[in-house]
């Protein structure tokens, strides 16, 4: 089973910031939050993960809580190109002997124009 | 550079007909994953490979279900007397390292048994 909850679905304005929230109060220390998001009829795109401090790459932010059972991932600009469904997934980081990732139901984001 | 691809990009069968898919993941990734996602349904886990070590079949979901991978590199998902239900898309991924990194993931075969 997923070990993360998020919302079944959003909406953003476009040009507007999509908070994404996504709660794991079950995690463990050697564990790191991943995101991905699936575009309709495609494949799961990577977007960011982290394991305790917050991270930014050129698609989004991720902030992770002090005691790490929540994170949200923030998309700063959003776009049409942007509604997706969204996944929030909680894996084993490098070494770990888990390697598959776990998909929930994910956040569908509908940015709106 | 080339991305993870997959073929057939569509299948239609006949319950029954045994089909195989395959996988091309990104050269030089060791690391190689399938997974189904159902109609309306988050995507499932179904078998990794990882270089010569034996595969981690734990989400085969039953016999009908195999896989091999070839030289390391290319990999054929095969189902023997397909079922209505094995109708889904079959998602190929693959990474650079076992545990590491990210997965990248191919476009999926949509597989449908009439």
């Known amino acids: 089973d997923a070990k993360t909850t998020q919302p079944t679905s959003m909406d953003c304005a476009e040009g507007r910031a999509a908070n994404l929230p996504c709660n794991h109060s079950?995690?463990?220390?050697?564990?790191?939050v991943y995101w991905y998001r699936q575009i309709h009829s495609q494949g799961p795109q990577y977007i960011i993960h982290g394991l305790k401090n917050n991270e930014t790459n050129e698609m989004a932010s991720l902030i992770i809580t002090e005691d790490r059972k929540s994170s949200t991932l923030i998309l700063p600009h959003a776009t049409l190109r942007d509604t997706a469904v969204y996944y929030c997934i909680v894996r084993e980081g490098y070494g770990g002997a888990t390697n598959k990732l776990i998909f929930g139901t994910g956040t569908l984001l509908a940015v709106q124009p | 550079g080339a991305g993870v691809s997959q073929s057939p990009s569509n299948k239609v069968t006949e319950k029954g007909k045994d089909v195989e898919l395959r996988c091309d993941p990104i050269?030089?990734?060791?690391?190689l994953y399938w997974y189904r996602q159902s109609l309306g349904q988050g995507l499932e886990f179904l078998i990794y490979?990882?270089?010569?070590?034996?595969?981690?079949k734990s989400g085969l979901p039953s016999d009908r279900f195999s896989a091999e991978r070839t030289g390391g590199s290319v990999s054929t998902l095969t189902i023997q007397r397909t079922q209505q239900e094995d109708s889904a898309v079959y998602l190929c991924?693959?990474?650079?390292?076992?545990?590491?990194?990210?997965?990248?993931f191919g476009p999926g075969t949509r597989l449908l048994v009439l």
């Open positions: 490979f990882q270089g010569n070590s034996a595969p981690d």
């Open positions: 079950t995690i463990s220390g050697n564990e790191y």
């Open positions: 050269s030089g990734h060791t690391a």
């Open positions: 991924a693959s990474s650079p390292q076992r545990g590491r990194e990210t997965q990248y």
